[in-house]
């Protein structure tokens, strides 16, 4: 399913972001194989090989500004922060926001920007954004993300149930106002919690 050609930007930045140095001790040994991974708290990281599809879905460039919602352990932005010149990264449990923003700092990330509360609110002052990224599934799409995104921006988003059928969803934005969906794939991910949804 995510096997299509990656851009070579991504898969360098895949290639410069160790993924063991995200992951606990006894999971340490498996960080190579392309499969999801628990990270603490009952969350899980995606397969790379899905990072790096998503990550290209949403072409990026050295001057894009982007929105992370569900930082985990600090992966994801790892790589969008190879990529990008700003990212802004939210977190709804404490703990794990905690960790991956000591993590990040220890790695000398200096484009990054940290947040702990409701992903699905974005982050308005820091807005428009020219992409942003949901890494857990929601049963809508929210609208607040959608108004922070600019005239031709990005948003990928996993949609459905907890337990059941999930849809990888690419939001595009027009001039205009209006947007466009596009379902891409089906998915897996962990249920966003939110209060605004």
């Not at 599809?53 to 790589?79: C, F, N, P, W």
């Not at 699905?120 to 820091?126: D, I, N, Q, Y």
């Not at 988003?157 to 794939?185: F, I, M, N, Y």
């Amino acid at each position: 399913m995510h096997r299509t050609a990656i851009s070579p930007l991504v898969e360098n930045a895949l290639q410069k972001v160790q993924r063991a140095r995200f992951v606990s001790p006894q999971w340490q040994a498996r960080a190579g194989e392309d499969r999801p991974l628990p990270i603490g708290e009952g969350q899980t990281a995606p397969q790379p090989s899905l990072i790096a599809y998503m990550t290209d879905q949403l072409g990026l460039t050295k001057k894009s500004r982007v929105l992370e919602v569900g930082t985990g352990s600090g992966y994801h932005t790892a790589i969008l922060a190879e990529l990008v010149s700003e990212v802004y990264t939210i977190e709804l449990l404490p703990t794990l926001a905690a960790a991956a923003e000591q993590r990040l700092k220890e790695m000398n990330y200096s484009n990054i920007a940290f947040r702990v509360g409701d992903g699905t609110l974005g982050w308005k002052e820091a807005a428009p954004f020219d992409a942003i990224l949901v890494t857990a599934a929601g049963r809508t799409l929210s609208p607040a993300l959608i108004t922070q995104l600019r005239a031709g921006g990005k948003m990928l988003a996993p949609l459905g149930e907890p337990e059941g059928e999930q849809t990888l969803v690419l939001v595009e934005t027009k001039d205009s106002g209006e947007w466009r969906r596009s379902d891409l794939c089906s998915v897996w991910f962990v249920p966003l919690v939110s209060a605004s949804l």
